[in-house]
């Protein structure tokens, strides 16, 4: 073979297990696939087996135990049918060439990753089947759009709920019960026409429409969905066009009794750039929301995820995450997964300090220590009780509430851990800390004047530091 043939080969072989990895990364968050996929390389593509290399035994375990029908699936994608998959443990740093291959996934059933439509479609469902409800938490936040999901998914279009609406702020779970929908209609009824997209899909799938002349091809397709799940809707904003068409859609599917359930960042009304006419359309059926997650959901999240994963993270460790990142499950998860990334790969304990390290970098990079003491002597000016009181046992209504302010502070304006904050305020134990910062978090959520007032001490702080 001629150096310049090998050289295209190598070339596509690296593009195809490009578009393999592609697929992959869009069924799993940016932080799985870079600590899990980034590093594999393509060795070769053979008949019947791929081969590829990891840089230690580990990737082999972590990947066939959690991303095998993944990894599969992606494969049969892009090669067009299933291959078993050897790996190759980088022996240049770990003194080994054998083929380590973890499992035959050929002879496991073919249970696709992304679950394929039975009707000849130009692409497959896009669900992703990590997103189920039995993996969803419910909790006071989430449980009304869940409910109304589950009774969506149960029966398609034969509930008011057409459309549904799940709103929300970002990576509060609203991609994840909107593809538990389509999993749950396809457990039930595998026929199911359900289709899966972001607005941002459906816009480029139309402007490619037009650009190949084949928008009656785009809007055959649309309206053949049994359940169209449309996910972050306000990027349709000032896509007056695109807008247009997905009017039409809407019309249709709506009339013919199919589901369409769509997912925003904002409340509706907040659309500003959307035309009036989808709005108004949108109220037909059923707006349902979702909040940040309390202290014990965002416990019940990482429980679930270490179950999942099989990895015992102290009791202490989980607290600490869940008290400190509060308003986003998608960082809660991405820290959960840096410990475990840590403990996997460089033997380190999962202790408070690595939490705190990955919190840190997270929630607050550089930030400057401030003093606790300095904290509580400011709350004990603006609340006007001695620092004595704030440190003591009473439970007068008025103490309270500084000290529990003054403990709120110290966690979001210092990196010391609950403990240490608790040992300041009288050497109260840990979860006397937990429940003072969820306690002000509730009220900040609640009401808007002391959250106005938190946020002006809070920049106080930072200002005079
Ligand atoms: P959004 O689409 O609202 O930005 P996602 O659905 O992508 O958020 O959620 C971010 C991550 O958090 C996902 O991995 C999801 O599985 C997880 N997640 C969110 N809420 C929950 C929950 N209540 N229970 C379990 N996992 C959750
Ligand atoms: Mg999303």
Redesign the pocket.
Known sequence: MSENASLQLDHSLEATWQSILDLIRENI?QRSFSTWFAPVKIKQIAEDFIEVIVPNRFFCEWIDNHYSKLLQNAIAQILGDAKKVKFFVDDVKQKSDSPYSSSDWQSRSPEPAVIQNTIDLPFSTRINE??HFD?????DN?NFACAAAKAVGDAPGKTNYNPLIIY??????????IQAIGNRALIKKPSTKVYYASSETFTSHFINSIQQNKVAEFSAFYRSCDILLL??IQFFSNKGKTQEEFFHTFNDLHQNGKQIVL?S?RPINELVALEERLISRFKWGLVVD?QP?DFE?RLA?LR??CDESELDIPADVLEYLAVNLVDN??E??GALTKIMAQVTFTAAEPTIDLAREIVAEIAKPDKQMLNIDTIVEYCSNIFDVSKDQIRAKSRKKNIVRARQVAMYLSKQLTKHSLVTIGLHFGGRDHSTVIHGIDAVNTQINEDHVFKKKIDSMLKHLEYNR
Do not use: Q
């Open positions: 968050n990590r997103y993996n969803f938490i419910v909790g989430n929300g702020r970002t990576g509060l779970g609203k991609t994840h019960l996910d972050d997912t960042d979702i997650p959901t999240i679930k995820k499950v998608r809660l998860e």
